[in-house]
């Protein structure tokens, strides 16, 4: 993370890649009848938050006011880090779900209808400023870290299990979707750590970052989960915030160079993975380091017009400030790639990206494209 004061929006491991329908080859697959998925249960940080953060008292990395939510039904700022719905909700909607609620919304004795309801269709366990590791952000009461979202998400599992039989609750497991969208803050920790580059070298930081996230993959797995999900971790130093930093508005390439040996390190973990565990895991994993750089590199190509500045905030490259109540905002927000000066995806850019991965066109996905993924 760029500070440990705003750890959640610091996750731009931004959702691009973007395309229109029309465009490109291959992608009516998004808009075609997709096999049946009775649930997606979401994993990870701001980039697929639905609003986690809220809950937590002393947190101050939330998005929970204007402009944010600015495209969502009513107007509402729910807490996602956007101008309307994220990744996570698009995916819902592709398999005709519920968008998945907070995990910490369906907790009381109060909230136990919409509890059982949710557990079948998918909840949301992201928290913005997550990583995999238990970090500062996690002492300080700031985010939900990665293992304990998988905390949360076995009492989630507990009250699935006690409304179906059991073969039941073995097949709607093993056909569900679990999506896990992690790393970036991670990355950012290790950047801004003295003590952690004196301990240990980025090869080593990235590699033991992979091995720590097999291991919730792998809790997840014994609960039943059998399909995944992966994102890997976009080029986090070409942000409006970070081109900001520099009077050429170019990229960080240290903090990309990073991102890309996490990424090298995550494929090489999940194909690990897979030979360790058999038929009884499949996976798609999603390039978004590539995505982000085919989307910076010929934006007109993929429908964006900007794809430098934040559509909300203030100063150069409207990337000097969070996006506020009082930032200005663009008019179009369908022609911006980032949402804020962290990197967000606007919901175009999250929708677009939602569709890259159901395409039949598989240069951004390995071994299997979600709709392959959903299919198997």
Known sequence: ??????????????????????????????????????????????????????????????????????????????????????????????????????????????????????????????SGGAGIFNGSDQQLRQSIPLSYQVNNWLAIHKELTSQLEPSEAQIHLSKSLFFV??????????????????????????????????????????????????????????????????????????????????NEALVKMLQQFKKELGSSMIYSYFDNFKSVHDIVTNPARYGFADVTSACCGTGELNAELPCLLVSNLCSDRTKYLFWDRYGHPTEAAARTIVDLMLSDDSQYSSPLTLTQLVSS
């Open 1 to 126: 993370m760029s500070t440990n004061i705003t750890p959640s929006i610091t996750i731009f491991l931004i959702f691009l890649g973007l395309i229109r329908f029309d465009s490109f080859p291959g992608l009516e697959a998004a808009t075609g009848t997709l096999a049946s998925v009775p649930g997606v249960y979401v994993l990870g940080d701001s980039l697929v938050d639905a609003g986690n953060n809220n809950y937590l008292e002393i947190s101050i990395s939330k998005a929970n006011y204007p402009h944010n939510g600015v495209d969502f039904p009513r107007s509402i700022a729910t807490g996602r880090f956007c101008n309307g719905k994220n990744a996570a909700d698009a995916i819902a909607e592709k398999f005709g779900l519920p968008l998945p609620p907070p995990y910490l919304s369906l907790k009381g004795i109060f909230k136990e209808k919409e509890r059982k309801a949710a557990a079948l269709t998918g909840v949301n366990f992201a």
């Open 181 to 262: 969208v992690i790393g970036s803050n991670d990355i950012f920790d290790y950047f801004g750590s003295f003590k952690l580059r004196q301990k240990t070298n980025p090869q080593q930081y990235t590699q033991s970052m992979a091995d720590k996230l097999k291991e919730q993959l792998k809790r997840l797995h014994d609960t039943g989960a059998r399909r995944f999900l992966i994102i890997g971790v976009a080029q986090i130093g070409c942000t409006p915030g970070q081109r900001a930093e520099n009077s050429m508005h170019e990229c960080d390439q240290e903090a990309n160079a990073w991102a890309s040996l996490y």
